[in-house]
């Protein structure tokens, strides 16, 4: 589960601080809640892929925290996520460390879709 999004370049964020300092890097970053759930599998990581291999414009940085399992950079993610409800999966697109675009549960077809207008506005 968590190759589904590693074999893409997504860097596995294990600890608040690797959380931190993803987030604080300058330009776009995208941090993807993944988890076990049936949500995840067939909707949001190949809907994610889609979107980073199909899509011209796509964020300078990508990182994922997985639920149940990072609990410590699960929860500083959500913690950047606020005010939106932790929800499993999830994806957050950052500019300059500021939350621009957040998504939560959607169809896999439509995660693509939605993650690929995210980045042409934002990245």
């Known amino acids: 589960m968590r190759e589904e999004l590693t074999r893409f370049g997504v860097e596995e964020l294990r600890t608040a601080p690797s959380v931190d300092d993803a987030v604080k890097q300058e330009g776009t970053t995208m941090i993807v809640v993944n988890s076990v759930c049936g949500c995840a599998a067939g909707k949001a990581r190949p809907g994610i892929a889609m979107a980073l291999l199909q899509n011209e414009r796509k964020p300078q940085h990508v990182g994922t925290v997985f639920a149940g399992a990072d609990i410590e950079a699960t929860d500083r993610a959500r913690e950047y996520m606020a005010p939106y409800p932790p929800s499993s999966p999830s994806v957050a697109l950052f500019r300059d460390g ?25 990245c």
């Open 98 to 122: 500021k939350l621009v675009f957040m998504m939560q549960r959607r169809d896999g077809h439509g995660v693509a879709a939605h993650l690929k207008a995210a980045f042409n506005e934002h």
